[in-house]
């Protein structure tokens, strides 16, 4: 499956923002999502996962602010962010969670800026 995220732009610091990843192909929903996002000089992190059955798990950090929700009829993988802070300012990215620990499959990316 191919993944591509958008919905990144310009936000105020308390502000909220919702990602969007289209897939694309047949095996979306047997597979296991995650966003994970890349800050400037920093390496990239998972920041939130969804099972096929639709479990979830998120990094601490974004715990309690940012929810991951799929729809498979739809193909399409969202990230609802809530509260933002300036730290949360990265690229974001979803990629499956098996491509991802090969570190392959990465595409553009959405472009998120919190600003203080």
């Known amino acids: 499956v191919q993944l591509q995220a958008s919905g990144g732009g310009l936000v105020q610091a308390g502000g909220s923002l919702t990602l969007t990843c289209l897939g694309s192909g047949n095996t979306f929903s047997i597979n296991a999502i995650g966003w994970y996002r890349q800050a400037p000089g920093k390496q990239r992190e998972l920041v939130a996962a969804?099972?096929?059955?639709?479990?979830?798990n998120y990094a601490d950090s974004v715990k309690g602010r940012f929810a991951i929700s799929r729809d498979n009829a739809k193909d399409t993988l969202y990230l609802q962010m809530n509260s933002l802070k300036p730290e949360d300012t990265a690229v974001y990215y979803c990629?499956?969670?098996?491509?991802?620990?090969?570190?392959?499959?990465w595409g553009q990316g959405t472009l998120v800026t919190v600003s203080s």
């Open positions: 969804i099972g096929s059955g639709g479990s979830s």
């Open positions: 990629n499956t969670v098996w491509r991802a620990a090969l570190d392959d499959g």
